[in-house]
């Protein structure tokens, strides 16, 4: 599956963004989805993570509550939904897929390394 992440730029602080990933080349809803970020000189983070039917997700503990992440399998997108931005979100946000054999094997995945396909990420600048 081929991931193409959309949506990245520079805001203000307090500001909002939305990004979007949309995926080709495979079934969608055989994914569990999953957001990332790197910032310069730091380890690859993780932000959040969503089930194939989107009824369940998880968050990292520095976005809960700021960022929502959700889906829609007809049109083969992930979304993330950045609310009340800090100039410590900025970083090169990566979307990510892991092919789930079937959908009651695993709901959502949290670590890097359970990911099978990777995006090539979109800038997000949070600075005044």
């Known amino acids: 599956v081929q991931l193409q992440a959309s949506g990245g730029g520079s805001v203000q602080p307090g500001g909002s963004l939305r990004l979007a990933c949309a995926a080709s080349?495979?079934?969608?809803?055989?994914?569990?989805m999953g957001w990332f970020r790197q910032a310069p000189g730091k380890e690859r983070e993780f932000v959040a993570t969503?089930?194939?039917?989107?009824?369940?997700?998880v968050y990292g503990g520095s976005v809960k509550g700021r960022f929502t992440i959700s889906r829609s399998n007809p049109v083969n997108t992930v979304y993330l939904q950045m609310n009340n931005l800090k100039p410590e979100d900025t970083a090169v946000y990566y979307c990510a897929a892991d092919l789930v054999a079937d959908h009651t094997s695993k709901v959502v995945s949290t670590t890097g390394g359970e990911y099978d396909y990777w995006g090539q990420g979109t800038q997000v600048t949070v600075s005044s």
């Open positions: 080349g495979g079934t969608f809803s055989d994914y569990i």
């Open positions: 969503i089930s194939w039917s989107g009824s369940s997700t």
